[in-house]
């Protein structure tokens, strides 16, 4: 059982979250909804990446988030009669950590898509390190963000499980550290619950069960 | 000649459907797997030095997988059809608007075309040069090297000026052409990728072979590390004989390791790709009070603007042309080849001659005025025959004369002369007539034809010849079924792929029906020859007794019951392979440095058109009523096809008579759309009537010459000499437009 999960993510990382398939799901989201509405292209959000001088390993984290963002709310708007911008939650995620080299990262990256006018990925962006959700909340692009975020490492899809007692083994049993991730896990029962698994394609079955933890807790450590 | 069964026969080519379906895949329609999109940093200014090309902020564009510049070209820096003079990217100077200064490939279009906006750039200006008569000047800006004249062809014969000093008629004239766009509807584009250590391209060309040279030399690997296949291509006309996408594609591909696909816009396409050479020509001629023609005095200069492209061929080809299908002894022709800083100029259809044809077909309607004598007359005068010497010095061997195609032409628009509409409407009849020379200009140029012929009677032609919409495919299939007895589709062909057909050189100079169809007839005796011994032996007769037709063995001319596919099988059966090769390059005599004498041809195709035209006084406007086309083509060997070539090739002409021309200001192209740059449209068409006429060449293969390019040459001519019929006035320079036409009108003072 624990191997599985090691070659799932290796293959994840291979398949799903190469560049050219995030560019290849996202170009065209992102281009019909930014001549309706104040959204950038992933053209553009490219060359900003570029012109901050991002780092590698943020930009793929970012594109793994938005990725698993958008399939997420994909999920959720098949599943259910839920609406979401999805093309917002692309560039949300994209965009989320573009002040990553900066304090207060999260602030920083609403005040500078406010800047560009690109005000509806405000919001999403200024919570992903902190959000209120309580049970029963209706689902929304921050919260999806926020949860793809964490079960996003790095680039690796990881279980908030498995990311959790990570954390716990890296800086031992905090209040914040918990708090967070009740948080996530709020979250994830929420979609959980929304979404009719029978819907979701073959090929993104592994993010499923990621996200529901199928394998089980610590499976890939011990492996 | 034995009746034939393929050859002469109207077959359907086998592209057709496909086409007319829209379901042809082009090099723009074909997606692969993991495939990058490629764009090109081009320049915006015409002269320049490179100070800086910093290409770091473009390089980290995510999804941004190579940017390529002049130093990661691992072998030379240059290619060119002549002469290797245009750069592949350039380091540090740019001699023309649009050279390429680095390559992008990225994920989408888009961000290909952003990584380009995040290249910096820092240029020097420097003055350009942009008229070929000023380049000339010693003090002119130089282009490359210390003198901007590429090329001085001369042809000489005779005494010109001796002739001159006691001649009764003396015409002389200045004319000028312009600069034509090729207007194919499918711009530049191809997608390269690797296949184990193998660069495959596959791009919209005419000339697979040189293609691979070309990468071989600048990639630095061996030609057979390079494997360019020809993808359908809509239309070339010269304009793909050039290097466009290929080299670009080939390097981003070995770079990468994924396959990248560059397609050019039109506006990219018209901007980059070579052009009709614009020119200046200065013309004398001297005849008897017969309207004899005695003598030719022909100063001709060529923009071939910035790189050398083609260039010095087709000013070769209107120098060798100059004279026009007419006995003239004394000759002296002076053709210049002249580098500026406008778009290069290099092949197209015509190659040359439709501009020097302009001008010695409006020479000989003045010289008929003055010697008293009809258009008519005067061309039969003094028509090239058998035995007859060219401005080379090449004696002619040939039928028939000018008049075989003049004549008929002539009374085909004479029968329909249609009557006047309006008192301000006014018609005339013009002529034009060539002589047009197949194959390039005395220089080897062979074309060669491997042949598998399998048991079950089909069979597989791999030629080099490169089918860009012109029918080499259908043309070559016809003779090789006609020379082994099959049917027109037991005949496969593959065509202008390195990795699989010889090189069959260009299709250009109207040359693949004659030579790669002579490469193709000799692969196929090879194994009509292993055929006819195997029946020979097997029934006991001489091989002279036996031919293959319609399928079946014939013997003593009686069908039998051995069809031809079971002779096949025999002879594989017993270990004998049936197969075959063959190569042909026409036998030229190189023209001499000084004197221009040689035979640069083998065969000569003969054309003649009558227009006519209906000029609107008041607004200037000429529309052509009719057009007949007369064309000897040796043997039509589909004359539907014979058709269809004629009638495009007339209707470019016409274009070029009244519509197209490239504008440049400062070498910058002001007409980069076919919004400005206007081509004729269905309803500027006018009826053509395509007259065939089959004078056998003995060398042709069924007796075909070629037939590409002579269509293109003669409506402009004939148009001029329409108009001048119908309004009195001339006009000397392309295209006459309607206010060409009613300045004229205005300065003879007749409106």
């Known amino acids: ?223 | 000649m034995a009746e034939l069964s393929v050859v002469g026969k109207s077959v359907i080519r086998n592209d057709a459907l496909d086409k007319v379906l829209g379901k042809t895949r082009y090099s723009a329609d074909i997606k692969m797997p993991n495939m990058l999109h490629a764009k090109v940093l081009r320049s915006t200014v015409a002269h320049a030095f490179v100070k800086k090309l910093d290409v770091s902020q473009a390089a980290a564009l995510p999804g941004v997988h190579a940017v390529l510049t002049a130093k990661d070209v691992p072998g030379l820096n240059g290619h060119g059809i002549i002469f290797k003079d245009e750069p592949v990217l350039i380091s540090d100077k740019i001699r023309k608007i649009g050279d390429g200064l680095a390559l992008v490939a990225a994920e989408t279009e888009d961000i290909a075309q952003q990584a380009l906006k995040l290249i910096e750039v820092e240029l020097e200006e420097i003055p350009g040069v942009f008229d070929a008569i000023q380049a000339m000047d010693q003090d002119a800006p130089k282009v490359h090297g210390d003198s901007n004249i590429l090329a001085l062809r001369k042809i000489l014969r005779g005494n010109v000026d001796e002739v001159f000093e006691t001649a009764d008629i003396v015409v002389e004239n200045e004319y000028v052409t312009q600069m034509q766009e090729h207007a194919y509807i499918e711009p530049e584009a191809g997608i390269a990728y690797m296949e184990d250590d193998i660069v495959v391209v596959k791009a919209s060309t005419q000339n697979t072979h040189f293609d691979c040279r070309e990468i071989a030399r600048n990639l630095a690997l061996p030609q057979s590390r390079i494997r360019m296949i020809q993808a359908p291509t809509g239309g070339g006309f010269g304009g793909k004989l050039d290097i466009s996408v290929q080299i670009y594609l080939a390097l981003l591909a070995l770079n990468t390791r994924r396959p990248v696909k560059l397609v050019y816009s039109r506006e990219e396409s018209i901007i980059t790709s070579s052009k009709r050479h614009p020119c200046v020509i200065k013309y004398k001629t001297a005849a008897d009070k017969t309207g004899k023609l005695l003598a030719v005095d022909v100063h001709a200069v060529a923009d071939t603007g910035a790189y050398s492209s083609y260039g010095p061929a087709p000013v070769t080809r209107l120098a060798v042309h100059a004279a026009g299908p007419y006995e003239v002894p004394n000759v002296r022709i002076y053709a210049y080849t002249v580098y500026t800083n406008n778009p290069t100029a290099g092949a197209m259809r015509g190659f040359g001659v439709p501009q020097i044809a302009f001008a010695y077909e409006q020479q000989m309607d003045m010289l008929a005025e003055k010697a008293g004598i009809s258009p008519l007359e005067i061309r039969l005068r003094n028509t090239l025959k058998n035995g007859s010497l060219t401005s080379t010095g090449q004696v002619m061997d040939v039928k028939g004369n000018i008049g075989d195609t003049l004549v008929p032409a002539y009374e085909k628009v004479m029968a329909n002369k249609s009557q006047l509409l309006a008192p301000y409407k006014k018609r005339g009849i013009g002529m034009g007539c060539l002589y047009y020379g197949i194959g390039n200009t005395g220089q080897p140029n062979p074309a060669g034809a491997f042949l598998d012929v399998m048991e079950d009677g089909s069979a597989h032609l791999m030629v080099g010849a490169a089918d860009i919409g012109q029918g080499s495919n259908t043309i070559l299939a016809q003779i090789a079924a006609e020379e082994l007895g099959l049917d027109f589709n037991d005949i496969k062909v593959t065509s202008a792929d390195t990795g699989v057909t010889p090189d069959g050189g260009a299709s250009s100079a109207s040359r693949q029906t004659y030579i790669s169809g002579n490469a193709t007839l000799k692969a196929a005796k090879i194994v009509k020859e292993i055929l006819v011994n195997e029946i020979a032996a097997w029934q006991r007769v001489l091989p002279e007794a036996i031919a293959l037709k319609n399928k079946y063995v014939f013997i003593h001319s009686k069908q039998t019951d051995i069809a031809v596919a079971q002779l096949i099988a025999r002879c594989r059966g017993k270990g004998i392979m049936t197969i075959g090769h063959g190569w042909y390059n026409p036998t030229t005599e190189p023209l001499d440095d000084e004197t221009g004498q040689g035979k640069p041809y083998e065969v000569y195709s003969f054309a003649s058109h009558v227009a006519e035209v209906e000029v609107d006084t008041q607004t200037g406007q000429v529309e052509v009523v009719r057009i007949a086309a007369a064309h000897d083509v040796g043997k039509a060997v589909n004359p539907l096809h014979v058709e269809g070539q004629i009638e495009g090739g007339t209707i470019m002409g016409v274009g070029y008579g009244l519509y197209e021309e490239i504008k440049i200001a400062n070498g910058n192209i002001r007409t980069p759309s076919f919004a400005t740059y206007i081509i004729p449209t269905s309803m500027d068409i006018p009826i053509v009537d395509t007259i065939i006429v089959e004078e056998n060449a003995n060398t042709g293969p069924f007796g075909a010459k070629g037939l590409g390019e002579p269509p293109l040459v003669a409506p402009a001519a004939a148009i001029a000499n329409a108009v001048s019929q119908a309004i009195g006035v001339r006009i000397n320079s392309l295209p006459l437009t309607p206010e060409k036409v009613l300045k004229a009108l205005q300065e003879a003072g007749r409106i």
């Not at chain 1, 191997?3 to 560019?23: G, R, W, Y």
């Open chain 1, 1 to 223: 059982m624990p191997q599985q999960v090691k070659v799932l993510k290796a293959t994840q990382e291979l398949d799903i979250f190469s560049e050219q398939a995030v560019i290849t799901k996202l170009t065209p989201i992102l281009l019909q909804a930014a001549e309706k509405k104040a959204l950038p292209t992933l053209t553009e959000i490219l060359v900003i990446f570029a012109k901050k001088q991002l780092p590698k390993a943020v930009i793929s984290h970012s594109m793994a988030v938005a990725y698993v963002a958008v399939r997420i709310a994909e999920w959720l708007t098949e599943s259910s009669s839920m609406k979401l911008d999805i093309p917002a939650l692309a560039a949300g995620g994209l965009l989320h950590d573009v002040e990553k080299i900066n304090s207060d990262h999260a602030a920083r990256g609403a005040d500078f898509v406010v800047q560009l006018g690109y005000f509806s990925l405000a919001p999403m962006i200024a919570t992903h390190m902190e959000l209120v959700f309580l049970q029963g909340q209706p689902l929304g692009e921050a919260a999806i963000l926020y949860l793809a975020d964490k079960i996003c490492k790095g680039s690796t899809l990881i279980s908030l499980e498995q990311r959790l007692a990570k954390s716990i083994q890296a800086y031992g049993e905090l209040f914040s550290i918990r708090e967070k991730f009740n948080t996530a896990f709020v979250i994830r029962d929420s979609v959980v619950q929304a979404i009719d698994d029978r819907q979701i394609p073959l090929a993104e079955k592994g993010i499923w069960e990621i996200l529901i933890n199928k394998n089980g807790i610590l499976g890939s450590e011990n492996g």
